[in-house]
């Protein structure tokens, strides 16, 4: 993903090969509960198995930010429908991806202190939680497994992700910026691979969600800079989607998350953990 995006995001680094990447209005930025997307995995099978919270081995832990347990639907079938390569590269390149959309969010919200970026960071531990769901489920090796925070095993993701963090921590309006950016190539890459690569039904139902997540969580961004007196032009949707999008309420039934919190927060202070 990111394919569309080579030239743009980020000034000189190179771009998501094709990164996918909810409301914030006075203190409401969503994100992803797993019911919402983890359910749906397996879900014709009805059988139910309760969501552990403990720690993946990306060092992920499985339940942050959410406090309850939701039961998932896993597959009956022990061999599920064979994917096309195109859906194991999407597969684990969206598994990274939104560990890396977890890591930038978490680490501005450390410089910032504002509230929109961990909530938002709670519904991308989500989202790559559902990433892993499928990689298990479908036999596939994790490619985030044993990667610390920040830490990423494609190469052009830790170039992405160093140079994200850096353009972030100039100012909270470049943070908040950057958490849009994301959020739009998310929306095109997402649903690009819908239209081009993907035909699983397991994966298009995991993929319709993180769409929606996505479009809440550009809207929560453009109401923080709203809020700041920053009007966003959107750089890679068109003006049309992007303004279809703002211009709609928050999205429910898929993802949801928590508010924006105005808060400022103090510091400068997080370095990178």
């Known amino acids: 993903m990111l394919k569309r995006a080579q030239s743009k995001l980020l000034y000189p680094v190179v771009l998501f090969s094709s990164l996918m990447l ?5 203190g409401a930025a969503e994100a992803g509960s797993k019911s919402g997307i983890l359910a749906n995995v397996g879900a014709t099978t009805g059988q139910q198995t309760q969501s552990q919270g403990q720690g993946d081995a990306s060092g992920l832990p499985a339940d942050a930010g959410s406090t309850d347990t939701q039961q998932t639907q896993t597959p009956a079938d022990p061999q599920p429908e064979t994917l096309s390569q195109g859906e194991i590269d999407s597969l684990l390149f969206m598994r990274e991806e939104e560990k890396l959309a977890r890591d930038t969010y978490l680490f501005l919200y450390d410089v910032w202190g504002r509230d929109v970026f961990s909530n938002i960071a709670d519904s991308e531990q989500q989202h790559t939680d559902a990433m892993l769901e499928l990689l298990d489920k479908y036999g596939l090796e994790d490619p985030a497994a044993g990667n ?5 095993t494609n190469e052009t993701l830790q170039a992405l992700y ?5 353009r972030g921590s100039a100012s909270l309006i470049d943070a908040l910026i950057v958490g849009a950016t994301i959020e739009e190539i998310d929306i095109l890459d997402i649903q690009g691979d819908l239209d081009s690569v993907v035909d699983n039904p397991d994966i298009e139902v995991v993929y319709e969600s993180l769409l929606q997540g996505s ?3 550009l809207r929560a961004f453009v109401s923080n800079l709203d809020s700041l007196g920053y009007t966003y032009v959107p750089d890679y949707l068109t003006q049309a989607a992007y ?15 928590g508010s924006t919190g105005g808060g400022s927060g103090g510091g400068k202070g997080g370095g990178k953990r």
């Not at 610390?148 to 990423?152: A, C, P, S, W």
Request: hydrophobic share 35%; glycine share 12%.
């Open 243 to 257: 303004d279809e999008i703002i211009n709609s309420v928050s999205e429910t039934g898929g993802t949801q998350v």
């Open 148 to 152: 610390g925070f920040g830490v990423f």
């Open 162 to 166: 160093d140079d994200l963090v850096d």
């Open 22 to 26: 909810m409301t914030a209005c006075d």
């Open 215 to 217: 479009r809440n969580h």
